[in-house]
């Protein structure tokens, strides 16, 4: 259970990661907070020929709220600052709820955002919380600069849409609205765990408690995280109500289409799948003003 | 290849200074390379918490770090909890309510209950079993243990 030997690089600055990446491509792993890496090479499961650290560069790691309300997230910005950030405990209430649910406090210390949004775990919170919150993110090549949508980033299993020349260098969030409304919901077997199935719900309701637009996101249904548009559709422009809610769980239970794996079975994450749909947008529509509970 | 660097780093209070491969993991530097062996191997891939141990302040999987990533840094391992003879007082609740049998996973949960009760010093029951959810015990079912932190963060 030890990693296989490795060619090792702890850059300074970016420049010079970037530069060592252009070198060595697809030959080089990116080790930031390890804690998705590092038990992949220890089991040898991964053996990239270089490693490059990118520990050093602290520049990558802050918080930025922009004039409008936008956030500008660092790659490198550790779980654990996020989760206690006051700014986006009052900004992004969304974000911050949800933050204690990835794996343990252990394994946020080191974790950062960007490692788990590039490693795309399709069972991941952040990945899922990536796509419910519209992201977009900084790709960075020795010659380039490039911004992409969450929506063309995750491509299947472990697998995004940034080059081996590449390092994700910035999460960007567009401006959360206070009216907003927010629900997440996740099972898995024990506290911390990878999520078995998980659904996010994001809700603008105008002041008749009808729904104007919809966001449901879920995850653990398949190679990404995964909006469900059939059921925003339903609920766009519609009183939501127990009834609505129902239709939209069996739809969602419907349209996914997730594997079976040694967690859980398609059958078991199409049909939980709907049911956490369900709760997601039940606390979603439990709240008053954005604010609520876990 | 550059497989082998030197590091610095102060561990319980010590100052080390090593050559060391850059595969190594932390914690295996630890036990081998320092003789600190209180800090234990059990999944070596960041589920178990056998590892645990605190970086600057902060509980971490050794067992996900690579020794040279500690350059620099400032650790606390089990060996460094008791003051001399005296045990701490985790230590002693342990000790007092019967939370480890075999003691294979002990260091790990010390380490971090150590870190936990520092950053929420009159925790609750619910909060407590939060905060070792991610260390795992195969022999004392872990109710003992939840009640030595909790006597050791009243004081008690």
């Known amino acids: ?294 | 290849m550059t497989t082998k660097r030197t590091i610095q780093l102060t561990v319980n209070g010590s100052v080390y200074k090593r050559m060391v491969e850059v595969r190594m993991t932390l914690a295996d530097f630890l036990r081998e390379e320092l003789n600190l062996t209180g800090t234990h191997l059990g999944c070596e891939h960041g589920i178990c918490g056998a590892c645990t141990i605190l970086l600057n302040g902060d509980a971490v999987r050794s067992c996900l770090m690579l020794a040279v990533q500690a350059d620099g840094a400032s650790l606390m391992t089990v060996e460094g909890l008791a003051p001399g003879e005296t045990l701490h007082p985790l230590q002693q609740a342990f000790h007092e309510t019967h939370a480890l049998q075999c003691g294979f996973c002990t260091p790990g949960f010390l380490m971090t209950a150590y870190a936990f009760v520092k950053e929420t010093p009159n925790p609750t029951e619910d909060q407590v079993r939060e905060a070792i959810s991610g260390n795992i015990c195969r022999c004392t079912g872990y109710v003992p243990i939840v009640q030595a932190i909790l006597q050791a963060s009243r004081g008690g």
Not at chain 1, 90 to 114: S, V, W, Y
Request: proline share 5%; charged share 20%.
């Open chain 1, 1 to 294: 259970m030890k990693p296989a030997p490795f060619e090792y690089f702890a850059p300074t600055d970016i420049e010079e990661a970037l530069d060592l990446l252009a070198q060595y491509g697809d030959e080089a792993k990116i080790l930031a907070g390890g804690q998705s890496l590092m038990p992949l090479m220890n089991m040898r499961l991964a053996r990239p020929r270089v490693v490059i650290d990118v520990n050093r560069l602290s520049d990558l790691a802050y918080v930025s709220p922009g004039a409008d309300g936008a956030l500008a997230i660092g790659a490198l910005t550790r779980q654990r600052a996020i989760e206690r950030s006051s700014l986006i405990h009052e900004h992004h209430p969304l974000l911050a709820a949800t933050m204690p649910f990835i794996g343990h406090f252990q394994i946020r210390n080191r974790g950062t955002i960007g490692g788990s949004i590039v490693h795309a775990d399709p069972a991941a919170e952040l990945p899922a919380l990536s796509l419910a919150l519209q992201a977009e993110f900084v790709l960075r090549s020795a010659t380039q600069q490039r911004v992409i949508n969450v929506t063309d980033f995750f491509l299947t299993y472990l697998t995004t849409a940034i080059e081996p020349v590449e390092m994700l260098t910035e999460i960007r969030l567009p401006p959360w609205m206070e009216q907003w409304r927010w629900g997440f919901q996740e099972v898995c077997r024990r506290d911390g765990d990878f999520a078995l199935v998980g659904a996010v719900a994001v809700l603008q309701m105008d002041a008749q408690a009808v729904c104007q637009t919809a966001l449901l996101t879920l995850f653990g249904v398949g190679g990404t995280p995964v909006r469900l548009h059939r059921a925003e559709e339903m609920l766009a422009g519609r009183q939501v109500d127990d009834r609505m809610l129902n239709e939209v769980a069996k739809v969602v239970a419907e349209v996914l289409e997730p594997d079976s794996d040694i967690h859980a079975s398609a059958e078991y994450r199409k049909e939980v799948g709907g049911v956490v749909a369900r709760r997601a947008l039940q606390a979603a529509l439990g709240q008053v003003r954005g604010r609520g509970e876990r």
